[in-house]
C-alpha cells in the first residue's frame, strides 16, 4: 500500500466538471485533513470514476486498488481526499480520507477479520496492518481516513479541533477566494498550499513542485508550472466540455515583484503568438496556437490568476504551442 503515499504527492490536478456538483454531505472533507499537509486532492469519485479522462488524472485505478483492499466496493464511496506532508517514507505524514454510503463499523471489522490488529491512541480505536504498518481509522460512521500511522492520528486531531485541520491554512484560504467557483462545485480539487515554514525554504518548495510535476503525467499543467517557477500556493481547476477542457489556475507567489514578472512574461508570449503568420502551420500546430490565444492573465497583487480553454489531446499530451 506504500503507493498511497506517492499518489498522494501526485495532487497537481484540480478538476471540475460544467454543470456537476460535490455531492450534498455535510462538512468539506479538508475539515478533517490534517494542518501540516500540503498536498491535497479531493474528488468526487461519483463522477470520476465514471469518466475515462478523469479517472486517469486521479489515478483511478491505483484507487481502486485500495479500496479493494480495505473491503470497500467503489460504487459505496462518494468522496474522498489524499493528502501529504511531502515526506516520501511510512513516518511521515500522509493518508486518505473516504466518505460514502458504506458503515465504517463493517469496514473495521472485516480488516479484524483479515489480521489488522485494534489499537487505541488518544482515546481513539486505530487499525493496524501487520504487512506494512498501514493504519485505519473511523472518523464517524461513514468517514474513515487511512493511511501511516501518524497521518491517521493528525486526522483525528483534525477532528477533534477545527485549528489543527487543513482549513486552517491561510494559503488555503487564499486561493479558494481566487478561484472563479465555489470550493464544494468541484468535483475534483487539487491544491498545494505550503506552511509558513515550508515557504521560508525556497529551494525545498521548488524541488517538491517538481516531484508534483514528473508524477502528475499531464504535461501541459506541468509545463505550465515551469513557466510560473516558485510559488508559495497552488490551485488548479479543469472543467470537461466535451473534448476541451477550460482550465483554470492560482498561484500564490512568492512576492508581488514575481507576480509582476510572470503575468508580463506570459502576456508578452501570448501577444507574440498572436500576430505570428499561422496560414501555413499544420492543424496540429494551428490548435496549440488556439490553446495560447485563450490564454488570459489576471494579477492581484501577488496572486496570479490564469483561463484557458485546452484540447484535449494538449492537455493529455503536454503541448502548449508548437
Given at each position: 500500500m506504500r503507493r498511497l503515499f506517492i499518489i498522494a504527492l501526485v495532487c497537481i490536478n484540480l478538476l471540475s466538471f460544467t454543470g456537476c456538483s460535490r455531492r450534498g454531505s455535510g462538512q468539506s472533507l479538508t475539515r478533517f485533513?490534517?494542518?501540516?499537509?500540503?498536498?491535497?486532492?479531493l474528488v468526487n469519485w461519483t463522477v470520476a470514476s465514471k469518466d475515462e479522462q478523469l479517472n486517469k488524472i486521479v489515478k483511478g485505478r491505483e484507487i481502486e486498488k485500495i479500496l479493494a483492499e480495505l473491503n470497500i466496493q467503489s460504487d459505496a464511496i462518494a468522496e474522498l481526499a489524499m493528502f501529504s506532508?511531502?515526506?516520501?517514507?511510512?513516518?511521515?505524514?500522509?493518508?486518505?480520507?473516504?466518505?460514502?454510503?458504506?458503515?465504517?463499523?463493517?469496514?473495521?471489522?472485516?480488516l479484524k477479520?483479515?489480521?489488522?490488529?485494534?489499537?487505541?491512541?488518544?482515546?481513539?480505536?486505530?487499525?493496524?496492518?501487520?504487512?506494512?504498518?498501514t493504519c485505519l481509522s473511523?472518523?464517524?460512521?461513514?468517514?474513515?481516513?487511512?493511511?501511516?500511522?501518524?497521518?491517521?492520528?493528525?486526522?483525528?486531531?483534525?477532528?477533534?479541533?477545527?485549528?489543527?485541520?487543513?482549513?486552517?491554512?491561510?494559503?488555503?484560504?487564499?486561493?479558494?477566494?481566487?478561484l472563479t467557483g465555489r470550493q464544494e462545485t468541484y468535483p475534483v480539487l487539487m491544491m498545494v498550499a505550503f506552511s509558513q515554514s515550508s515557504q521560508d525554504k525556497a529551494?525545498?518548495?521548488?524541488?517538491?513542485?517538481?516531484i508534483l510535476t514528473d508524477l502528475a503525467g499531464i504535461g501541459i499543467l506541468g509545463e505550465l508550472l515551469n513557466k510560473i517557477g516558485y510559488m508559495r500556493g497552488l490551485a488548479c481547476t479543469i472543467s470537461r466540455k466535451d473534448n476541451s477542457f477550460p482550465v483554470e489556475f492560482v498561484a500564490i507567489m512568492k512576492d508581488e515583484s514575481s507576480a509582476t514578472f510572470v503575468s508580463g512574461a506570459l502576456n508578452l508570449l501570448k501577444d507574440l503568438i498572436g500576430i505570428a503568420p499561422q496560414g501555413s502551420l499544420p492543424p496540429s500546430d494551428q490548435e496549440m496556437v488556439q490553446n495560447l490565444k485563450s490564454i488570459s492573465i489576471q494579477r492581484k497583487r501577488e496572486v496570479l490568476s490564469i483561463r484557458a480553454v485546452l484540447a484535449a489531446r494538449a492537455l493529455m499530451a503536454g503541448h502548449l504551442y508548437p
Open positions: 485533513i490534517p494542518v501540516d499537509s500540503f498536498a491535497v486532492l506532508d511531502g515526506q516520501s517514507s511510512t513516518a511521515g505524514n500522509s493518508g486518505m480520507l473516504l466518505r460514502g454510503s458504506y458503515k465504517s463499523h463493517d469496514v473495521t471489522e472485516g477479520n483479515k489480521g489488522w490488529t485494534e489499537q487505541v491512541s488518544e482515546g481513539s480505536k486505530f487499525y493496524m496492518n501487520p504487512t506494512d504498518n473511523a472518523l464517524n460512521s461513514n468517514l474513515i481516513v487511512f493511511g501511516t500511522r501518524a497521518g491517521v492520528e493528525a486526522a483525528i486531531r483534525a477532528t477533534a479541533s477545527p485549528r489543527t485541520s487543513f482549513a486552517a491554512n491561510n494559503s488555503y484560504k487564499k486561493l479558494t477566494s481566487n529551494e525545498t518548495a521548488l524541488q517538491v513542485t517538481s
